[in-house]
């Protein structure tokens, strides 16, 4: 019998998902863990915390379907990306609490050395842009702030990974420091067309190289679980990045398919095939996966607030008690109000990339109430993607005409924003019947490395839409409403 066991560490919760040779997703379990807010725009997790939800969350989906470790034939592994880890080789422990890719601790850091000119040999290196976003800045900080890590590092006794490679030094009991190509090409130490670590980025960002995990296919022999950890031995065979996993679960193996997920922020991947396209419109170029090591590249655009507007409705404005009702409020809102949502609450992601940007509510009236701030936070994901969309078509212009956005997250189980997001984009979007898309994606890859899951071509068949939402808004509304967003952002980024 085949078991393959997914371990999606996002954002805000981890899960384990067991999948059966249908590759179906089955039992799960999922723990929420504590977001820290040390100060004005920092984001930190307990990575000792994100283990015990991993320590918990498997054997608790184990006893859900019935299994023990030892039915496991294989473990995929996906995580929430750029995030850093550093710890002690000898004892595991961290050094400091992981920070978030949303921190933006290092954003004066980036803006100097831009100043300084080297965004151009981050980006021709890295495919991605100086921003605090990403991991290496994130690392330097906390080897320039905790006391003697950076003596410690040099001497090669601290370690650098992102939340997978943390978990798999974890899971196997410190035997292996190894990350895959999805999540090393976030971190902005990652040569992306030669596939190895950039000495020229880590001499000018001072990261001592001897840190840094061994670089494998998103399909590979990570390690074994030292069986202290679950009882048993179990082979680690398939990591990806979050958003790289929900491309995989989504199939969009061909170029010019395009994913877009609604977690807690919102990511648009694209893939471009075998050849990196270097962007003239501010996306990030990524590598979507590497199998037998040749990358297939994506353009991505990453949006920073996406299901996390509807937290805030939650615990901010305290106007709705459960994410599931924003949108029968939303539905409620009076028609003749347009208010208009830039939550630019960590400033705003691609493609304006400002740090410094927050974020602000148009068109209020003496009317305006909780229904309408509900539509507007729905809408402003609308929005934002129509932002991602507009650069991705700039940027390859001759795409199909056709094109189709297939969805998943937390989000996309609102009818209502997904609707929302066709009439915006004018192009229809596709919700297929497994949302666990990034757990699939993680679960594919180890399954097909242990040889129990089908190749890609057959995997893809797999896919199967649930429902499709096609575009209904007339095109003078549309653009209409699309030019009023684009106001506003330009309003918040001269504020
Ligand atoms: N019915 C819903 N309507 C709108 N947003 C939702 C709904 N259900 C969940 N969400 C949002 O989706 C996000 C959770 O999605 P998930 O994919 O689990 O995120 P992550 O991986 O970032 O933790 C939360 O931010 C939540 O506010
Ligand atoms: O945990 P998620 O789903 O919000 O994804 C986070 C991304 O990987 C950040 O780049």
Partial sequence: MTHILAIDQGTTSTRAILFGADMVPGAMAQEEFAQHYPDNGWVEHDPREIWQT???????????????????????????????????RETGEPVHNAIVWQDRRTARWCHEMKEQGHEELVTQKTGLLLDPYFSSTKLAWILDNVDGARDRAEAGR???????????????????????????????????????????LCELLRIPMKMLPEVLDSAAEFGTTDPEVFGAAVPILGVAGDQQAATIGQACFAPGMAKSTYGTGCFALLNTGAEPVQSAHRLLTTIAYQFDGTPTYALEGSIFVAGAVVQWLRDGLKIIGAASETQPLAETADPAQRLILVPAFTGLGAPYWNSDVRGAVFGL????????????ALESVGFQTRDLMEAMHADLPDQDSDAVLRVDGGMAVSDW???????????????????????????????????VYPGQEEFARHWALERQFDPAMPEEEREARYAAWKRAVAAVQSA
């Avoid at 991993?54 to 995030?83: F, H």
């Avoid at 009236?365 to 507007?376: Q, V």
């Fill in 365 to 376: 009236t003496r009317n305006s109430g909780p229904a309408e701030m509900a539509r507007a």
């Fill in 54 to 88: 991993v320590r918990r969350t498997v054997p608790a989906a184990l006893q859900k379907a019935g299994r023990a470790p030892a039915d496991v034939t294989a473990i995929g592994i996906t995580n929430q990306r750029e995030t850093v880890v550093v710890w002690d």
């Fill in 417 to 451: 924003t997904m609707q929302f997001l066709a009439d915006i984009l004018n192009l229809p979007v596709d919700r297929p019947e497994v949302t666990e898309t990034t757990a699939l994606g993680a679960a594919w890859l180890a399954g097909m490395k242990a040889g």
């Fill in 158 to 200: 601290l370690l650098f990974g992102t939340i997978d490679s943390y978990l798999i030094w974890k899971l196997t009991g410190g035997r292996s420091h190894v990350t895959d190509a999805t999540n090393a090409c976030r971190t902005m130490l990652y040569d992306i067309r030669k596939g190895g670590w950039s000495t020229s």
